[in-house]
């Protein structure tokens, strides 16, 4: 009898711990564009308690306007209420000190793509957070694996690729690495699912799903630039208009940031060989500062100083 009731407590623990029902707070490290999406749908779609990390306390109170500016948006729209609205935003809070996810159930890193960066953040974390809690990045083309191998909890530590903006698109890539426990992966996939994602699951190699098949159609773009196939304006309407595409990939490019474009094709290099080599345009862009909407300029300029005013490709 005793043997019984003790296989029933465990069993309805099991399934307690493969459901979200025990993550109360999830911390999110970085205040940009990505880090601040995922946190609000965290807030809004999943109803759990954030912490948004980012050492730079500016970032922090630009994340909180962000969010604030995009839930007025939907108030003034009907999509939500006044107390809704009110509720979101009390489930989130700021901090400029990883010590403050300590208590975390939860943690998805969200900062710039470098490898160093990312394996340097988690193994701070690792020594932090609760040694049961989950580690997440939302890293668009680094090995899982090298990074989970910066922790003790290799176990743990799983992929989260979410797609820009965050509030918007619906997809979220899963990518478990060498050492991710099945327990692991069910319980960020249900969470993927609370937050009202959709998810598929990539393998560990570099670029994943995603950007194993856009960042080259991008980087081709910028090399038909490169070689005067024509203009800016002529490639994007091409793609927008001739293969139905949302935007131009020279727009979308600039919204991902070039940047971040040039590190994942880097990424893709190094790993599988020189038919993914960046563009020498795309490089010489990067070099020039040129990172698209993050700094106002990139194929298309987004900043018109004396009307104080932004623009893009029209």
Not at 103 to 117: H, K, L, Q, S, Y
Not at 151 to 167: D, L
Request: hydrophobic content about 40%; aromatic content about 6%; glycine content about 8%.
């Amino acid at each position: 009898m005793l043997s019984s009731v003790t296989s029933n407590a465990f069993k309805s623990l099991q399934r307690y711990y493969s459901t979200t029902q025990h993550i109360q707070t999830v911390g999110v490290i970085g205040g940009g564009q990505m880090g601040s999406g995922i946190a609000q749908v965290l807030s809004q779609a999943a109803k759990k308690n954030v912490i948004v990390v980012d050492l730079n306390k500016q970032v922090l109170e630009k994340s909180l306007a962000g969010i604030t500016s995009i839930l007025d948006k939907n108030v003034a729209k009907g999509k939500m209420s006044d107390l809704e609205k009110s509720d979101i935003l009390k489930r989130l809070s700021f901090s400029d000190s990883l010590k403050s996810l300590a208590n975390a159930d939860f943690v998805i890193e969200a900062v710039i793509e470098n490898a160093e960066i990312k394996c340097n953040i988690f193994k701070e974390l690792d020594q932090i957070v609760k040694k049961e809690a989950i580690l997440a990045t939302n890293t668009s083309s680094i090995s899982i694996t090298k990074i989970a191998a910066a922790t003790k909890r290799p176990q743990n530590v799983i992929g989260m690729h979410f797609m820009n903006p965050v509030p918007v698109m619906k997809l979220v890539e899963i990518i478990p690495g060498i050492s991710t426990s099945e327990e692991t992966q069910n319980i960020t996939n249900q969470l993927t699912k609370d937050m009202g994602k959709v998810h598929t699951v990539a393998r560990d190699t570099a670029g994943f799903i995603a950007n194993r098949l856009l960042m080259p159609y991008i980087n081709e773009a910028c090399q038909a630039v490169y070689e005067g196939l024509g203009t800016i304006e002529d490639i994007d309407t091409t793609m927008k208009l001739g293969c139905n595409m949302p935007m131009g990939p020279l727009t979308l490019a600039d919204f991902i940031g070039l940047d971040t474009c040039l590190s994942i094709m880097k990424v893709l290099q190094a790993e599988l060989g020189d038919k993914y080599k960046p563009s020498p345009l795309l490089i010489r862009y990067v070099e020039a500062g040129k990172f698209g909407k993050k700094s106002n300029e990139g194929f298309y300029s987004y900043f018109i100083p004396a009307s104080n005013t932004f623009k893009g490709p029209q």
